[in-house]
């Protein structure tokens, strides 16, 4: 045996099972039309890159404020709630692996819908918790006596859903809220993009965690800043179990002027709801089925020229479009996703260019 293999031979048994998460796939180079991670088109607001360069400099030199309490505090404006009902993550990402750190074990389970959200399991793995899958069918309505029969100390409950983009409302969730026997993580990743969000049950649920990303509708996948809100106690025990300086200064800064910019947000945000509202309605003309989205993503089962769908229908377009650097998500494996191209909604002459190729593929079949 070398050396190098004996020493791999010390990680625990679940970390040698672990399956790393797969990202949507970074491209180098020119000319990408980028629609497969749910990036927002546009650019952030220009008051960000002012406050990050503000933040640079000597003050470098000193580690950053390990609450990140000016950016609690903003949250807590923009959403009327106190400073301790907020924590700030490195990205939402941080806020979720918290909560199954603060939550889970292996006899503690997670529950999670599917599909939804694949970071969910990869985190369990890392923590070595049990999970509890809770299926969606085709209709992805809410599966609501499955998750209250599950026994998970935690669930996660991604609304609106990726990769479907289908919204859940509140009056759904205060069923589910109401008789789930645990902690409620309701991911609104998207919320901005919805018509509702889950905020005001907050007051209501003691057991409602939300968490929110900047990454979306506040064009800052790039700075990496999330948050969670829940009540005090829950935000404690998130706080024991945080790296001290989860988040950088220049994000910190970033991230409170792009929460004072709510006009900029709201309207790029807008501008991303206009352009999926028109796609869904192509979409839908051509024949394929497509979910209504409340997210900037829209999930569309494809049919070829020849009236056919199915998995080899959706993987040929999906090639299709990537040779013609079209870059669009596609998830194999589950009967649920494996007929449907997840596509995040870009700009106009991105969307322009998708369906131009769309037609051509269309006339080629
Ligand atoms: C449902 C959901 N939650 C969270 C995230 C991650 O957000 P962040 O960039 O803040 O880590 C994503 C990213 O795609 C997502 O789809």
């Excluded at 020493?7 to 629609?35: C, D, M, N």
């Excluded at 546009?42 to 002012?50: D, K, N």
């Excluded at 008789?179 to 993009?193: M, P, R, S, W």
Aim: charged content about 25%.
């Amino acid at each position: 045996m070398s050396a190098e293999k004996r020493v791999s031979e010390y990680a625990l048994p679940h970390v040698k099972r672990l399956h790393a998460y797969t990202p949507g796939f970074q491209p180098t180079g020119e000319g990408w039309v980028k629609i497969n991670t749910n990036e927002n088109p546009y650019s952030p607001s220009p008051m960000v890159e002012e406050a990050i360069k503000g933040a640079m400099g000597d003050d470098l030199r000193l580690y950053p404020d390990p609450l990140s309490w000016g950016v609690r505090e903003e949250v807590a404006q923009l959403h009327e709630l106190d400073a301790k009902n907020v924590i700030v993550g490195n990205g939402s990402d941080d806020v979720l692996n918290l909560l199954v750190r603060a939550f889970s074990t292996e006899k503690e389970s997670v529950g999670f819908t599917v599909p939804s959200y694949s970071l969910y399991p990869v985190l369990c793995c890392i923590q070595n918790s049990s999970t509890v899958e809770i299926p969606f069918d085709r209709s992805m309505e809410l599966p609501l006596e499955a998750i209250v029969k599950n026994r998970s100390r935690i669930l996660f409950f991604t609304s609106p859903n990726a990769p479907t983009g289908v919204g859940f409302s509140n009056e759904s969730l205060r069923a589910l809220l109401g008789t789930f026997d645990g902690i409620v993580v309701v991911d609104e990743a998207y919320a901005d993009f919805a018509q509702e969000n889950a905020v005001e049950l907050l007051g209501e649920f003691s057991n409602l965690v939300i968490t929110r990303t900047l990454s979306k509708s506040y064009a800052l996948a790039g700075l990496r800043v999330g948050y969670g809100l829940a009540s005090p106690e829950v935000i404690e025990a998130l706080d024991r179990v945080r790296d001290s300086y989860n988040v950088n200064r220049l994000s910190q800064a970033g991230a409170i002027a792009a929460l004072k910019d709510q006009n900029y947000m709201k309207a790029i945000a807008g501008k991303v709801v206009r352009t999926r509202d028109f796609y869904y309605s192509e979409f839908t003309d051509l024949g394929w089925f497509t979910y209504q989205s409340e997210a900037n993503m829209l999930f569309t089962e494809p049919v070829n020229g020849a009236g056919e769908s199915g998995p080899a229908v959706t993987v040929e377009l999906f090639e299709y479009l990537k040779d013609r650097k079209i870059l669009v998500r596609y998830f194999p494996g589950h009967t649920l996703t494996e007929s449907f191209l997840r596509i995040s909604v870009g700009d106009e002459d991105q969307m322009l260019k998708l369906s131009e190729t769309i037609e051509q593929w269309l006339k080629n079949a």
